[in-house]
């Protein structure tokens, strides 16, 4: 007769298992418990998000797909990522038609807090005065005036920006663009100690950082939720094409939707990711893989420690994700018919204001790829990648580099390289836009810059010219103002010094 080694590993695995099912068990009761309490107009939808949170919570509990195999990463196959510049243009007599099978959504659940502002980050202004809405909103009309068509344009909101939103979208009534909203869904935050919801009531409002919004990844389940998905698909409507309401550079591209309405040998995949070259500045952003049969998307989270410095490398991994992403609507409908629909879980660690260590699981939109049948990336220009994530982002839209039309930001032909200068900004006295915008007269002439490092309290003059590599450094507790018509080229600024006018 045998008897188990007590604490042997068979015995750990039994009540790790029991753990987790307890850890379940219990967030199911809560999750009961904040339903019950809801009104019972919002019950209905409450427990279809709750669904979708306890298959995400059960995914965290096992640690499936967290991270990878990394022996397992095979080389891209040929003709996994096609180069932009082999796509045809469609014919001029068949854009109408072509439109007519397009829905625009624009991922609008973000706050411009990080960059010192209240409310939707759409809502900041960046050109002109006009905000990231306007121009979204600018560039879709323009392209329903051209061709006469009819793309409708579709706000992912957050219970964070929902609000804000559907009263700035009135101002756009008389525009040639037809705008839907619908919201992504709303997750407890869990506590990390005991793995239970840390929220008491169903209302939001009673506990805003009870609850969160999880991540681009919830587009699928929202917009079928929403009832959107369905009707666009009773309209006729084939690709979706998803991006960030930040990214500037994301506009209709007539070749891209030419390739998927169109394909030139047979069937046009379902699922289409834009990704562009490398550089320094992205060497955490998520890249294309082939992986168990599949091309998938690998973010910076799912690597294993040991090979996060290979990750990064720009030699083994030339592109990275824009998340500019083409997804074939009947498809979307498919996998969820199917339950086919598998993302990696990101486990987002927060403390909140009263100290409390909490756990956020999210997904990402583009790491559905592998559920689709034909995915294809296509490597663009880096034109189509322009996010405004700080202010040093923000300054460089603002500035001579580029021009607008019709809602598009397009870089000067004055500007002798494709690439776009690298800018830091101090946080100290940079980090929020009003008081950065402040520290400017006027925008400063970037138009032959490569470089610039600004710490410390720097302010500028007017009609700033700066070229090369520029590095202005202000001494704690001392200030150096750059006077007006100051040409700086290949300069470097420290210390004490204050640039008088002369």
Known sequence: MTTKRAGSPSEAAEFTQLTKRDALVRLGHELDNLAA????????????????????????????????????????????????????SPQSSAITAMLSKL???????????????????????????????????????????????????????????????????????????KIYTFNQSRYPRISKDHLTPVAKTPNTKDDIDAWYPPGHGD?????????????????????????????LGATVDLNILNMLLNPENGQAPDFVMEVT?????????????????????????????????DFKSVKTFKIFNTNNIWI????????????????????????????????????????????????????????????VKKTSDLLLVMSNLYSLRNGNLEMSPLRMFPSTPLVKLGDNHFSKVKECLKRFETIPDLLELDHLT???????????????TVIIIA????????????????????????????
């Open 454 to 468: 600004v710490s410390g309290d720097v302010t500028f003059g007017r009609n700033v010219s700066l070229k090369g």
């Open 37 to 88: 309490n809801a009104q019972q107009e919002s019950k209905a939808l409450i427990q279809k998000e709750f669904e979708g949170f306890q298959n995400i919570f059960n995914k965290f509990l096992q640690g499936s797909g967290t991270s990878i195999d990394w022996s397992k990463i095979q080389k891209l196959p040929d003709g996994s990522v096609r180069d932009y510049k082999t796509l045809q």
């Open 328 to 387: 074939n609507l009947p498809g979307i409908k498919r996998v969820l018919e199917n339950q086919t629909l598998d993302m990696e879980v990101i486990i987002n660690n927060k403390t909140l204001d009263n100290g409390l260590n909490v756990i956020q699981l999210e997904t990402a939109v583009g790491a559905a790829m592998k559920c689709f049948d034909g995915g294809l990336g296509i490597n663009v220009p880096r034109s189509r990648f322009l996010p």
């Open 475 to 502: 001494n704690h507790g001392e200030r150096i103002d750059i006077p007006s018509g100051a040409n700086l080229e290949n300069k470097i600024v420290s210390g004490n010094l204050r640039i008088l006018d002369h």
């Open 277 to 309: 070259d490398k550089t320094k500045a992205d060497v955490k952003g998520g890249t294309l893989i082939h992986y168990e049969n599949h091309l998938r998307l690998l973010e910076i989270a799912q690597v294993p420690k040991e090979h996060v410095e």
């Open 219 to 247: 587009f699928y389940l929202s917009f079928d939720n929403s009832g959107l998905l369905n009707q666009f698909l009773q309209e006729g409507r084939e690709y979706c094409f998803i991006s960030n309401v930040d990214n």
């Open 103 to 177: 829905v625009v959504v624009k991922l609008n659940g973000g706050l411009g807090t990080s960059m010192g502002c209240r409310g939707p980050k759409s809502v900041i202004p960046v050109r002109n005065d006009l905000t990231f809405l306007d121009l979204t909103v600018q560039q879709i009309e323009f392209l329903n005036r051209t061709y006469n068509a009819d793309v409708p344009l579709v706000l992912m909101n957050s219970f964070n920006t929902d609000e804000d939103t559907e009263k700035i979208i009135r101002k756009y009534a008389g525009f040639k663009v």
